[in-house]
C-alpha cells in the first residue's frame, strides 16, 4: 500500500465525520443553512471546524436556568422564559453585574 493511499484512507473518514458533526450540531442550533455547514465541512480539516466553531460560537450564551443555547441580545430565554438581562429594580434599565449604580437613575445597586 502506498503512502498516498494510506493517507486518503485516514483523511477521507475524518472529513466525513467532520462534516457530519458540523451538520449536526448546526442543526441542533438552529442555523438557517444548517446543511450549507454540512457540506463546508467536507473541504478540509480541521480549517472548516475552526471557521465553523468561531462564527457559531460567537453571539450565543448558555441560559442560568436551563442550560439551553440561546442568542446574546435576547432579554428572555425562549425555553424557560427566565431574563437573561439585569435589569434596574428601579427604573428597569439594562445594567452589568459589576456595575455600583444605574447608569439612568443613578440608584445604588449593590
Do not use: H
Request: glycine residues 6%.
Amino acid at each position: 500500500m502506498s503512502k498516498n493511499t494510506l493517507i486518503l484512507i485516514i483523511v477521507i473518514p475524518l472529513l466525513f465525520l467532520q462534516a457530519l458533526w458540523i451538520f449536526m450540531d448546526a442543526k441542533k442550533r438552529g442555523e438557517k443553512y444548517y446543511w450549507a455547514w454540512g457540506i463546508f465541512g467536507l473541504l478540509n480539516i480541521p480549517t472548516s471546524l475552526i471557521i465553523y466553531l468561531f462564527v457559531t460560537r460567537y453571539g450565543y450564551l448558555k441560559c442560568p436556568n436551563c442550560g439551553k443555547t440561546v442568542r446574546n441580545d435576547y432579554k428572555f430565554c425562549p425555553y424557560c422564559g427566565i431574563s437573561l438581562k439585569k435589569t434596574c429594580p428601579k427604573c428597569g434599565a439594562e445594567i452589568k453585574d459589576d456595575w455600583k449604580y444605574c447608569p439612568e437613575c443613578s440608584t445604588k445597586l449593590k
